[in-house]
């Protein structure tokens, strides 16, 4: 008899995590079912896991899984399609077995036809849809197999399929946007540190030596411009190799909880690139609760899938709270408010969405206006740093090109005298 450990939600709606003793995968879910739980995932616990008590612990720090590392991928485009294909085949009432049979027979890559037909494999022994695409987390993620599972509940598969097609294609659409958006300050960036360092190191240094060979006495600015170009001269590679370790560094406390909630939470409080976070956080968190709801999921249910897809700790700890508190009976709107983290437009939504009783139709709207706010912060904020990066290098530029000039003016009035 093997160890399992679960993942599971209760009736209404709370996230439950445990350990329980099964023969098989099956017969482990078997088992969490008759404890009142709707299995989210279930992996068997190895038993050198169980003796060196190592995984993922209360402490929230991420451990490197080599298991995770090796199961199968799937990009967003190829996910997209392939949902978008088993929908229009459930549509067509074909029975789910030959819809995914059909699919993995178009799949052009292999590696996707062997996903889809492991799922399918599932699907024969008697597994739910949701419980089959489970055993590929890397691909179905929990907001994915828990829309499939409403969508079985409900009758509504195809529905929640093409849903879940546009929401995985709009998810690559913002990706796109903030990638693109980032490439100009990132290259301007790199542009401008590597100039500056090009100068001080070897344009400064040649053009200086004629004035030391001269005895000239310099100026205070040319005297300061030898010292950052001998010291980038000196240093140049330890500098580089100093900023490359404390990135590693970095990358590495940022994998345990305290100090990556330290950091998210100095984010937040950031003027510019604070909002930037939040909207970006919230719109997503908006989109996803959106799409959920209108699939079936119950509503707290889906809030806390919808946090679980945030990148801010503090945001999803805030979430997850007010998802508690909707629990013990607060409204949505008020729950939400509490956060501090959404407009007001967004919350006057959402209220207005509950008392009418059209909060599908307004966590839609919500959800395209919290989008749109995104785009706006990120707009502004670009608009701020260019300028400024562009104001900074003309500055160290002109401030070089005097440091040379004034030994020169110096120099010619010295011959006119």
Do not use: W
């Not at 052009?108 to 599932?122: C, F, L, T």
């Not at 053009?207 to 040319?222: D, G």
């Not at 562009?390 to 530029?397: E, R």
């Amino acid at each position: 008899m093997a160890s399992y450990q679960y993942v599971a939600v209760n009736g209404s709606g709370k996230q439950k995590r445990g350990k329980i003793d099964a023969d098989s995968p099956k017969a482990a879910r078997s088992k969490v079912r008759e404890l009142g739980l709707m299995p989210v995932s279930i992996s068997e616990i190895s038993a050198q896991a169980i003796s060196s008590g190592k995984g993922r612990g209360d402490s929230g720090e991420e451990k490197f899984s080599f298991s995770r590392l090796f199961q199968p991928s799937m990009s967003s485009s190829s996910l997209t399609l392939i949902t978008r294909q088993i929908s229009t085949l459930v549509s067509s009432a074909m029975p789910i077995e030959e819809s995914l049979r059909a699919v993995s027979q178009q799949c052009d890559n292999p590696k996707h036809a062997a996903i889809i037909s492991g799922v399918r494999e599932k699907v024969l022994e008697g597994h739910s849809l949701a419980d089959a695409m489970r055993k590929y987390p890397r691909v179905f993620d929990d907001l994915y197999t828990a829309m499939v599972a409403a969508g079985e509940k409900s009758g509504h598969l195809d529905e929640v399929l093409e849903r879940l097609a546009d929401y995985t294609e709009s998810k690559q659409e913002l990706k796109g946007k903030i990638a693109q958006a980032l490439i100009y300050p990132v290259m301007l960036t790199l542009v401008a540190v590597s100039v500056v360092g090009l100068l001080l190191s070897s344009v400064v240094p040649k053009v200086v030596e004629q004035f030391v060979h001269m005895k000239a006495t310099l100026p205070k600015s040319t005297q300061i411009l030898m010292a950052m170009s001998d010291f980038v001269k000196n240093y140049g590679i330890m500098i580089v190799l100093a900023a490359g370790v404390l990135v590693t560094v970095f990358m590495v406390l940022m994998k345990k909880r305290t100090f990556r909630e330290k950091v998210h939470a100095v984010i937040l409080r950031l003027p510019v690139i604070g909002k930037v976070s939040r909207s970006l956080n919230t719109a997503r968190y908006a989109q996803t609760l959106s799409i959920l709801h209108s699939s079936a999921v119950p509503l707290i249910e889906g809030m806390h899938i919808s946090s679980d897809t945030l990148t801010n700790v503090i945001a999803k700890e805030r979430l997850n709270q007010a998802a508690e508190s909707v629990r013990e009976g607060k409204g949505l709107g008020r729950s939400l408010q509490e956060t501090r983290l959404f407009t007001p437009m967004m919350l006057h939504m959402i209220s207005s969405g509950e008392k009418s009783g059209e909060l599908d139709n307004m966590l839609g709207r919500a959800a395209v206006n919290q989008s749109n706010e995104f785009k706006r912060n990120v707009t502004m904020a670009l608009s701020i740093f260019e300028p400024l990066l562009i104001i900074s290098m003309a500055g160290i530029v002109l401030f070089i090109v005097i440091s040379i000039l004034q030994p020169l003016m110096q120099m010619n009035s010295m011959v006119k005298g």
